[in-house]
């Protein structure tokens, strides 16, 4: 063959190349984990830490969008009406069960419209208060509490959110009075307590242990119904004096109801396969995560139960989202 001729065919064979390379890229699968709330809060920090790897193992790109407002519902309702193809999914906690029975009005069915795609682990929360508030610990925090009803604010990360109902739920078991202050993220709530502009919070592990050694704070008690292994030192808050008291969060990933099951058997089947990586599993444990995997079908069930607690817990708390 002549060298010319073979110099042009190779230089073609190359273009064509590039040509079929760049077309693959811009064809990439692109899935979407929606954040029903702002930077900062648990869903947020966990979506991000494993996002990169899910993606790799499945040969998309995983993108994480935030969509906050009303108390995790806003995104949420958004996942609920997107197409059940598996390219959206919402990384939903505790708030998602418990919204079904605080919201006198949601435009989605946190059981029917929604499968269970993949667990992701347990997060327990912590109630906290500012440093300045001369308290020690949470006997003498619900007794300052009682003896001014209705006169100290807490905040949470929004109306409905799982940091209020936490701390509605305490106050209910506890038989305290406290004005909620609503803000738009975790973050936001627990730099309100760090500011000394409310008296309460219960925030994640995830946006509460930072400040373990600040003084500007004082974290109380542990919500789990066992002492958290990532601080063994905080008592419950059924130790610390309020008895049958006990609300922690199941993480994991849903899909629009109608997704098909091949396609949320795959998704869980990646979810497990980047879970076992000790890079990623270090990345929870950082951030105060118990990870862990399950079936789809075993997490299904998982929600269904949650479903039934959380009525009890909002019952309990006396909340209602008109």
Request: charged share 15%; aromatic share 6%.
């Amino acid at each position: 063959m002549h060298k010319k001729n073979w110099t042009r065919r190779a230089a073609v064979a190359a273009t064509l190349g590039l040509l079929a390379a760049a077309s693959a890229t811009a064809q990439q699968r692109i899935i979407r984990i929606i954040v029903p709330f702002g930077p900062g809060a648990v869903q947020d920090t966990i979506a991000r830490t494993f996002n990169n790897e899910l993606g790799q193992v499945l040969g998309a790109s995983v993108i994480v969008e935030n969509r906050a407002g009303a108390g995790g519902t806003i995104g949420t309702a958004m996942v609920a009406k997107a197409p059940p193809d598996g390219n959206t999914l919402v990384l939903a906690a505790a708030s998602h069960t418990l919204a079904g029975h605080l919201y006198a009005k949601l435009p989605y069915d946190p059981i029917k419209d929604f499968v269970g795609v993949s667990y992701l682990g347990n997060s327990g929360y912590a109630i906290a208060a500012p440093g300045n508030l001369g308290v020690n610990n949470l006997a003498e925090y619900v007794k300052l509490i009682k003896s001014k009803p209705g006169q100290l604010n807490y905040a949470s990360a929004g109306s409905g959110s799982a940091t209020h109902m936490g701390m509605a739920y305490f106050l209910a078991k506890a038989g305290g009075d406290m004005q909620h202050i609503p803000m738009k993220s975790t973050g936001d709530a627990v730099n309100e307590v760090l500011a000394g502009r409310v008296q309460g919070v219960t925030s994640s592990l995830i946006g509460i242990m930072a400040f373990k050694a600040d003084p500007r704070i004082k974290i109380l008690a542990y919500t789990g119904s066992q002492r958290s292994k990532f601080m063994p030192e905080l008592p419950t808050v059924a130790e610390a004096g309020v008895p049958g008291y006990k609300f922690d969060s199941w993480i994991g990933l849903l899909a629009p109801a109608g997704t098909p099951k091949a396609e949320v058997d795959r998704i869980n089947a990646a979810v497990i396969k980047v879970m076992a990586d000790p890079v990623v599993q270090e990345r929870f444990v950082r951030l105060g995560v118990e990870a862990g995997t399950m079936p789809s079908d075993d997490f299904q069930k998982l929600l269904r139960a949650d479903w039934d607690q959380a009525a009890v817990i909002v019952k309990a708390s006396g909340a209602r989202i008109e």
